[in-house]
């Protein structure tokens, strides 16, 4: 499986990224891929040390003649989104990704492919096992969790390491060198509700929304993407003005992926049979016709299925799916610093209503943390109003951007020396781990980059062979230009 994978070049990245990707490695459930990790220092007989989080650093010295240059430490996480079509049948705890080339690209069959950021790994143990790249003293770190909550890159030990750079290996974009990045926080809402008999003369309909794209809810969110949960809040609401009542709602996935499918099983009477299917149909077009760019394979189906014995109550009914139509989604605020960039979003990624319970879990992302808390409280005080307890979990800190790091400057020199143009300082509506690991390691000059991936965070993600490449050389000529002490 995957032979075509290791043919690729660079043949070091590409082998180590099919070894990396035959191990399963959920957010969360890492202990085969930090095994994996820990076995592969051990045996390449350098010093491997797992941390009381889980965390892998192993330690290389420097090469011949680099033994005078700065420490850098290499750093990219183990874990990997999970998400799948939902006609792929596949076990993300057993199987290992079925990866294939697509032209210039590499992508997995119906899964995500976890080239974020399994070639920033992949690179990592490349280098690792090398005996001819040159380069300073290294340590490498594999941080674990980053996906769902940061826990590895916030359970550092401020001992473990003692680098003076650090390269992160996880920005999707070839051209761009990153010097910041977005915090976060999940916000959560909760609440109860009672529910009643189905009304006489009812008959039940599911109602589905799938097909779009999905993505990264951070580095997508600025392309105006559909929200499934967004959007078939739009049709439950059309449909309650004439009588209609909902069984239960399910839609998305993980907080960090912007949701493509959305479920709900609905009831609807004899009475208002005709009139609550001419709102669901006309919401429905007036929907397509909205993302008919931006979504072309959109689709809305509403069928005479699926079992129902109880219906929220009419009152908490209207209570959630105002809650929903009021609570943000999407860009709140673009910086007003750096052109094109997002400066706070929120992500409505999971809706679950069913058997008097209800959760709406979002994601929370801000560069500037006064405007987190704005939109953070903005939520709340949508969900509050209708009932709900509301909490946040899992904050985590931005990357403040420097434009006078001294290893962006070796960097930005690199790059042009090489590619004969401008690189693309920037900064990410992403959550990396920089500001974090900046928070125990204040004196590291952080710097990210890497190959180019699109779809990241869904079944369409991909990764480019000719960028991948591209990053290799580079990442190569920065090891070994690395400043002296």
């Known amino acids: 499986m995957n032979e075509e994978i290791r043919a690729l070049e660079p043949k070091a990245l590409w082998n180590k990224f099919a070894d990396l990707n035959a191990v399963p490695r959920p957010s969360k459930k890492e202990e085969r891929v930090i095994e994996f990790i820990k076995m592969f220092g051990e045996n390449l007989n350098l010093d491997t040390q797992v941390d009381e989080v889980g965390n892998v650093v192993i330690r290389k010295p420097a090469t011949s003649g680099m033994e005078n240059r700065q420490k850098v430490v290499l750093q990219a996480h183990l874990d990997m989104v999970h998400q799948k079509n939902n006609d792929t049948y596949f076990d993300f705890s057993s199987q290992g990704i079925d990866m294939y080339v697509d032209g210039d690209w590499v992508r997995a069959k119906g899964t995500t492919l976890g080239a974020d950021n399994g070639?920033?790994?992949?690179?990592?143990?490349?280098?690792?096992?090398?005996d001819s790249i040159e380069h300073p003293a290294i340590e490498a770190l594999f941080t674990i969790d980053e996906e769902t909550g940061m826990t590895g890159a916030k359970g550092l030990n401020p001992d473990l390491l003692s680098g003076d750079i650090l390269l992160n290996l996880d920005t999707e974009e070839d051209d761009e060198i990153g010097i910041g990045c977005a915090g976060g926080v999940d916000v959560t809402a909760k609440r109860n509700y009672e529910q009643e008999s189905i009304p006489e003369n009812s008959e039940v309909y599911t109602i589905q929304v799938k097909g779009l794209q999905g993505g990264h809810s951070g580095m997508d969110i600025i392309k105006g993407?559909?929200?499934?949960?967004?959007?078939?809040?739009?049709l439950l609401n059309a449909g309650l003005k004439s009588g209609l009542r909902i069984a239960e709602i399910n839609g998305g996935g993980l907080r960090n992926a912007i949701p493509r499918e959305s479920l709900a099983i609905v009831t609807i009477t004899s009475e208002g049979k005709t009139e609550i299917l001419k709102a669901l149909e006309t919401e429905a077009e007036n929907i397509q016709l909205e993302y008919r760019t931006l979504e072309p394979n959109l689709s809305v189906e509403i069928t005479k299925s699926g079992d129902a014995r109880k219906v929220i109550a009419e009152k908490a009914q209207k209570e959630i799916v105002l809650a929903l139509a009021a609570a943000h989604n999407g860009v709140y605020r673009m910086s007003p610093e750096i052109a094109g960039l997002v400066e706070a979003s929120n992500n409505i990624?999971?809706?679950?209503?069913?058997?008097?319970?209800g959760e709406i879990k979002c994601l929370t992302r801000s560069s500037v943390e006064s405007s987190k808390d704005d939109l953070a409280a903005s939520l709340r005080a949508a969900f509050e109003l209708a009932g709900f307890d509301v909490s946040l979990s899992g904050e985590y800190p931005g990357w403040?951007?420097?434009r006078d790091s001294a290893i962006l400057k070796t960097l930005d020199g690199i790059y042009q020396d090489l590619f004969h143009e401008q690189a693309d300082i920037a900064a990410c509506h992403a959550g990396l781990e920089c500001g974090i690991i900046g928070s125990h390691y204040p004196k590291l000059d952080m710097i990210s980059f890497g190959p180019t991936i699109r779809g990241a965070h869904s079944p369409d993600e991909r990764a480019s062979i000719s960028s991948s490449q591209k990053y290799w050389k580079f990442l190569l000529e920065v090891l070994k230009n690395i400043p002296e002490n």
């Open 400 to 402: 403040a951007p420097n």
């Open 349 to 357: 990624a999971n809706v679950t209503i069913k058997d008097g319970k």
């Open 119 to 130: 070639l920033g790994v992949a690179s990592m143990m490349a280098i690792l096992e090398s």
């Open 225 to 234: 993407l559909g929200n499934a949960n967004k959007l078939m809040n739009r």
